[in-house]
């Protein structure tokens, strides 16, 4: 009842190509082969109204007969399109279209992978944290975000939300550099503090709702607000404690590291940092001296 259908011939799409290509070079040649016979059937038409019916006998081009000018004129229309059927359509068709074609997507492919390389080396390390990654696109992120930090050898920080050691040299600098700009700090952080330190801004990050400050204390609940309330100063610093320091990390531009070439006890560190992405571009050494129990170094990283 039901006739099993014909298989139809399958020919691939280069067969298919090759099939159009013949066709069309045929047709070519047959309007090549047409303008040929009318050429010289009109070559030898024009001969004869020149000389048997005197058309134009007394008209002469620079002394010669016209129809001279006139073949003339037809043949190298002839040789053009002699040409462009040999030449041009053959050696410049779709094929030498394509393959140029294909030679700037090339050298396009190479030049797109060149300036993703530039913007790989220039472009800043992306935000690994969830919690930043979608709420960051939405907010400018200060300039020059800059860590400030002592720790140890064994990457040291704090005990006991205390400082380990003393080192004059060391809050100088601190000071000297914070002057004047935007601190960022965790809730025990700004508690370790005895008052808030002067000619600086404090905005301090914690999850209490109701948490109670001296005037002039700016509290957020996170370090992306924190951000975002110091927008207008040019190097807002990042000051602890070590969760915080871990959360900047990933945005910060700069950190300022005074190593302690001691390893101590502690319950907060500092996190390791890939040289991979941070570069040292300045190390100043100390020795030990009578303000000064332990030798230290004075470490600048920038983002790679």
């Known amino acids: ?40 059937i009109g070559a030898v038409f024009l001969i004869l109204a020149n ?34 059927v040999f030449i041009t359509h053959r050696f410049m ?28 080396n220039e472009a800043p390390i992306i935000a690994k944290s969830e919690h930043y990654n979608d709420s960051l696109k939405k907010k400018e992120i200060a300039p020059e975000l800059t860590i400030i930090v002592a720790a140890a050898e064994n990457d040291a920080i704090g005990k006991d939300n205390k400082l380990i050691w003393h080192l004059s040299d060391d809050l100088k600098r601190f000071k000297s550099l914070t002057n004047r700009h935007h601190i960022i700090m965790g809730r025990k952080t700004f508690e370790s503090f005895p008052k808030p330190l002067p000619n600086r801004t404090h905005i301090v990050i914690t999850r209490q709702s109701d948490y109670k400050t001296p005037e002039g204390v700016i509290v957020v609940n996170s370090l992306e607000d924190a951000i975002n309330a110091a927008k207008n100063d040019p190097q807002p610093f990042i000051i602890g404690g070590g969760e915080i320091y871990k959360q900047a990390l990933l945005l910060a531009d700069r950190i300022e590291l005074t190593r302690v070439h001691e390893d101590f006890e502690a319950d907060t560190f500092f996190p390791e940092i890939d040289t991979s992405v941070w570069k040292e571009t300045a190390n100043i050494f100390h020795t030990k001296d009578e303000n000064h129990e332990y030798e230290f170094s004075f470490l600048t990283y920038e983002r790679r």
């Not at 014909?6 to 040649?29: G, M, V």
């Not at 094929?95 to 390389?117: C, F, P, S, T, Y």
């Open 51 to 84: 000389t048997v019916l005197g058309i134009g006998e007394d008209f002469k081009i620079l002394g010669k007969e016209w129809f001279l000018f006139a073949i003339l004129i037809w043949l190298f229309l002839l040789i053009y399109h002699i040409f462009n």
């Open 1 to 40: 009842m039901f006739g099993k259908k014909k298989e139809q011939p399958q020919i691939d799409k280069e067969q298919l190509e090759l099939i159009k290509n013949a066709q069309k070079r045929i047709k070519q040649k047959k309007r090549l082969y047409v303008h040929f016979v009318i050429f010289l």
């Open 93 to 120: 068709g779709k094929a030498w279209e394509q393959k140029q074609l294909d030679k700037l997507i090339v050298q396009q492919k190479i030049r797109i992978e060149k300036l993703k390389n530039e913007l790989k």
